[in-house]
Nanobody, 121 residues
């Protein structure tokens, strides 16, 4: 069974930075995609960024240039560096892992428990 453990959330002032981490454990096969989603109160969960096991990245258009996703395949960990944070970035951020060979029966992949990011002065 795959488990995802997130860390790095918290309270930050507008313009500040945070780095989220997500460590995956269990049976993790390549190819896979690790990503971050976020959900603000009253809104739908949305994709923030993702990165494949081969290193291809994808970002929500409006976050390009402020957020950077990276991963350490040897340790099955990915990171989301968030800079120039804005109050509208406030949300619960969820780590997600989709494993290619499992996509036919588990298309949604695996989810972490979520970490709160609050941007406020």
């Amino acid at each position: 069974q795959v488990q995802l453990v997130e860390s790095g959330g918290g309270l930050v002032q507008p313009g500040g930075s945070l780095r989220l981490s997500c460590a995956a454990s269990g049976s993790i096969f390549s190819p896979n995609v690790m990503g971050w989603y976020r959900q603000a109160p009253g809104k739908q969960r949305e994709l923030v960024a993702s990165i494949t096991s081969g290193g291809t990245t994808n970002y929500k258009d409006s976050l390009k240039g402020r957020f950077t996703i990276s991963r350490d395949n040897a340790n099955n960990t990915n990171y989301l560096q968030m800079n120039s944070l804005k109050p509208e970035d406030t949300a619960v951020y969820y780590c997600n892992l989709k494993i290619g060979r499992e996509s036919w029966y588990r298309p949604e992949g695996y989810w972490g428990q979520g970490t709160q990011v609050t941007v406020s002065s």
